[in-house]
């Protein structure tokens, strides 16, 4: 990292506001129901393309923030591209292996997180999995993809500005340069995530349950009791009012139902926040540690060793890819969790919270085989969702759009062999 | 996926109830899933359960 911080404030500072910023993320992400997974799998089972929208706006939004933090001289260009890191093979196979594991276990690193902090059994086996599946690729895979990382085997040698869209396209790092590429990057992002919401929305509205049509009380009220053969009357308990995933238009009434957490953040509110916790990251940590969204994939990766210290087993001793840093709490680590610190904190509030075991058994079975896949997905892609996908968006490099597409193929894998299975 | 298998094999004007206490399924997976088909919907909560009806059309 740079000789000079980019600003005068310690150490004291930035680990808190990457505190705050993990608190933010597991709180709107559970308030949103934001899921990575989920926004790319309802592509392809029910057709939305309102969440995945959100998260091209959510990239596009990323690349024009930070792009034009450092286009106009706020952060150093150095403290964008730094943590770029190299692109190859691996990118394209440990985020398709990603996609399939993560879509299996029911949850992308960051819905693991919210969703195990929220009682979800199934994410606690999520999450274990991907421990024992960080150790199996540090041991079985790490030294092979490293060998081809050092000598260039279908794999770039070098990351950093190497990687950088600005320095590959002008070869230059200069603020003009920047925001052009950011421009260039952001723009198409943002507006085909606005298109393919509004064409999911123009679906629904010629579907007859569009953005103005009613949807508590009035469209059910006549044939659903008369047809629930179950016998429980609707209207018995309280109506959601509003779903997230809804486009329509936000009124006051929703505004105080989600102050008041009576109701889901709206999917692209919820896009707003995360894309904020990112840029308090991303200044407040230029110049001091990795400032980006880590998340899970290392950090949540690395918690096997802090539960094996106690017993006097250390794998940053002598176990490959634990060998390469420290296990320290460092800012990424103190984010994470605070990440669970906020989801567990918003779903107990909201009266989300409960200890859910699923009626199936092999749900957990599932999860944990699906963890172990995402655990060695992530980091043979050397990332998540968050640390690789969105973070490399904001760093304005072109593995984030490998792993876009890897993932995608990967999502519908799984939904080929659930569609089986079910 | 067993609600939209179910749905499909659902007449026309009947009502499918689906009791779930997972939150996202009933705020974001069946209302995309109902969305997507036309099919009008209704989620409440109820304790620890929430309940959605989807109208088959």
Known sequence: MLEHFVFSYGFVFVYAVFGIAGFIVGWVAQRGNYCFVNAMSAIFTTKSYDRFGALLILFGTSALATGGLVAFGFIPAVDQYYDNYFSG?????????????????????????????????????????????????????WPTQSFTMTNGILSTKEGAYIEYLPYDIFHSVAGWSVGITALAVGVPLVAIGLYLQAKTRRKWASLGIGASAPIVGTTMATPAPALNSGGLPIGGGIPMIKPSSFLGRIRTTDIKNMILLRMPYSVNLSTALLAIALLMVFVSGAGYTFNYLVITSSDGGRFLEYILMPFGVNLALGTPWYNNALAIVDPSVLMVIMLIVGAFTASTLSGDFKIRVPHERKRLVIGFLGGILVGIGVRVALGCNIGMMWTNFAQLGYDGILFLVSMLGGVWLAIKVQQHLV | MTVAKRLKNLEPGKVIEVLTDHQPAADVTLPALANGLGYQFYAERSGDLYRVYITKQ
Do not use: D, K
Request: charged share 5%; glycine share 16%; hydrophobic share 60%.
């Open chain 1, 89 to 141: 093979w691996y990118i394209i196979v440990g985020a398709l292996i990603f996609g399939f594991g993560a879509t299996m276990a029911g949850g992308c690193n960051l819905s693991m997180l919210y969703r195990a902090a929220s009682g979800y059994v199934q994410n606690w086996l999520e999450l274990f999995g991907m421990m024992l599946g960080t150790l199996i690729f540090a041991i079985a895979i």
